[in-house]
C-alpha cells in the first residue's frame, strides 16, 4: 500500500507564498502521475495543478502563472509553490497520485492540508 504524507499548508495574507510538499511512503511502486487538488465544504474537488512521468504539466486556468508544480527524479515527491496568494484560493488541499500495483492503476489521495489566505 502506498500512503502520500503532505506538509506545509497554513495561514497566509494576501499576496503571499505558500509551498506545499507530498511524499509517497513507498518508492517500489510505479508512480505514473501527481498533482494537487482542492475542495472547500460543500463544493466538488477541482484539479489545482498536475504532472505526469512524461513531463506533462496541466494547471487550472485559475492559478496559471501564480503556482508552479514540481516533482522529483525518481517522483516519489511532488510539490506545488504558490505565489500570489488569494482569498479564493482558501481551501483543503489534497494531494493525488497514479500508482500503478497489483495489475492496475490506482488513484491514491493524500489526508488533506489546510490553506487559508486571509489578511
Known amino acids: 500500500q502506498v500512503q502520500l504524507v503532505e506538509s506545509g499548508g497554513g495561514l497566509v495574507q494576501p499576496g503571499g507564498s505558500l509551498t506545499l510538499s507530498c511524499e509517497a511512503s513507498r518508492s517500489d511502486f510505479l508512480i505514473t502521475a501527481m498533482g494537487w487538488f482542492r475542495q472547500a465544504p460543500d463544493n466538488q474537488r477541482e484539479m489545482v495543478a498536475r504532472?505526469?512521468?512524461?513531463?506533462?504539466?496541466l494547471y487550472a486556468p485559475s492559478v496559471e502563472g501564480r503556482f508552479t508544480i514540481s516533482v522529483d527524479t525518481a517522483m516519489n515527491t511532488v510539490w506545488l509553490q504558490m505565489n500570489n496568494l488569494k482569498p479564493e484560493d482558501t481551501d483543503v488541499y489534497y494531494c493525488?497520485?497514479?500508482?500503478?500495483?497489483?495489475?492496475?492503476?490506482?488513484?491514491?489521495w493524500g489526508q488533506g492540508t489546510q490553506v487559508t489566505v486571509s489578511s
Open positions: 504532472i505526469n512521468d512524461g513531463g506533462t504539466v
Open positions: 493525488n497520485a497514479i500508482v500503478f500495483m497489483s495489475n492496475s492503476y490506482q488513484n491514491i
